[in-house]
T-cell receptor, first 118, second 112 residues
Framework: GAGVSQSPSNKVTEKGKDVELRCDPI?????LYWYRQRLGQGLEFLIY????????KSGLPSDRFSAERTGESVSTLTIQRTQQEDSAVYLC????????????????FGAGTRLSVL | QKEVEQNSGPLSVPEGAIASLNCTYS??????FFWYRQYSGKSPELIMF????GDKEDGRFTAQLNKASQYVSLLIRDSQPSDSATYLC????????????FGRGTSLIVHP
């Protein structure tokens, strides 16, 4: 597609339920990131995928959070037993990692999924 | 702990003025610096990137980098109301790390 696509755009769930968020990166982008952005806050790194390498999960806040990515395609972020503090916008970004200079590190963001846990 | 600090603002400037946004970082090994703009309710989009000391200009935007003092700034000349947004500074370390550290962003308001 032309850009990074995320779904759903909005998700309202009850505390304790599991949710799954989806990210479809730009075709050809080998690296993919998940971030969390709470209201009025900056971007909090969650997880990073690069090709077929083991993901960097150092930003996941708890074992309730997990993510998968098959090859260089779609990624899903799963939050189990959601809590009210999980309410935030979850942003996905992809980068080319090919090309010249810093252009290969430019992050292209999706529109995000706004998660509300009641 | 790598830290990127930005004044949260809001920074309010009149239309036509120069807006100056600042960012400091803690990791001396940082090599690459990015400025993203985020409109309210939207996702961030790249404004500029810089990796060499000095100034880099692109239209009304100028990025300034001083590695010795560990700060990077973004100047917006002839500010327009459409520039009103949150500006995020992102810093990447050396060694091929592709995981940036983002600041919390500075809210800029350009009033007519």
């Amino acid at each position: 597609g032309a850009g990074v696509s995320q779904s759903p755009s909005n998700k309202v769930t009850e505390k304790g339920k599991d949710v799954e968020l989806r990210c479809d990166p730009i075709s050809g982008h080998t690296a993919l990131y998940w971030y969390r952005q709470r209201l009025g806050q900056g971007l909090e790194f969650l997880i990073y995928f690069q090709g077929n390498s083991a993901p960097d999960k150092s930003g996941l806040p708890s074992d309730r959070f997990s993510a998968e990515r098959t090859g260089e395609s779609v990624s899903t972020l799963t939050i189990q037993r959601t809590q009210q503090e999980d309410s935030a916008v979850y942003l996905c970004a992809s980068i080319p990692t090919t090309g010249t200079g810093l252009a290969k590190n430019i992050q292209y963001f999706g529109a995000g999924t706004r998660l509300s846990v009641l | 702990q790598k830290e990127v600090e930005q004044n949260s603002g809001p920074l309010s400037v009149p239309e036509g003025a120069i807006a100056s946004l600042n960012c400091t970082y803690s990791d001396r090994g940082s090599q690459s610096f990015f400025w993203y703009r985020q409109y309210s309710g939207k996702s961030p989009e790249l404004i500029m990137f810089i990796y060499s000391n000095g100034d880099k200009e692109d239209g009304r935007f100028t990025a300034q980098l001083n590695k010795a003092s560990q700060y990077v700034s973004l100047l917006i000349r002839d500010s327009q109301p459409s520039d009103s947004a949150t500006y995020l500074c992102a810093v990447e370390a050396s060694g091929g790390s592709y995981i940036p550290t983002f600041g919390r962003g500075t809210s800029l308001i350009v009033h007519p």
